[in-house]
């Protein structure tokens, strides 16, 4: 028996996949920061205010998302550069 309900069934039936909670709030920074800065703002400010916006409990782990997201992001950065060098600098 499956702990499953019904609409938990149907969407992985459905291969339907739900925000994270760091993804929806992330997406809720975004749109607060489109609607008050129309001309363009930081990702950082996007980031701030997502971080700001969550319940103390859980800033601990999503900060330590936060900097595994970072990190991982810049080895690949450096991995291309690297390549990027050995190459020539040509692409």
């Not at 993804?23 to 129309?38: C, F, G, K, N």
């Amino acid at each position: 028996m499956s702990d499953l309900t019904r609409f938990e069934s149907l969407l992985r039936a459905s291969d339907v996949r739900l925000p994270s909670a760091w993804q929806a709030v992330w997406a809720e920074a975004e749109d607060i920061m489109r609607i008050e800065h129309p001309h363009g703002y930081d990702v950082l400010d996007v980031g701030r205010l997502a971080f700001e916006s969550l319940h103390d409990d859980l800033k601990a782990e999503a900060l330590d998302a936060l900097i595994y997201g970072w990190w991982e992001a810049e080895q690949d950065r450096r991995a291309r550069d690297t390549r990027f060098r050995e190459m020539g600098g040509a692409l």
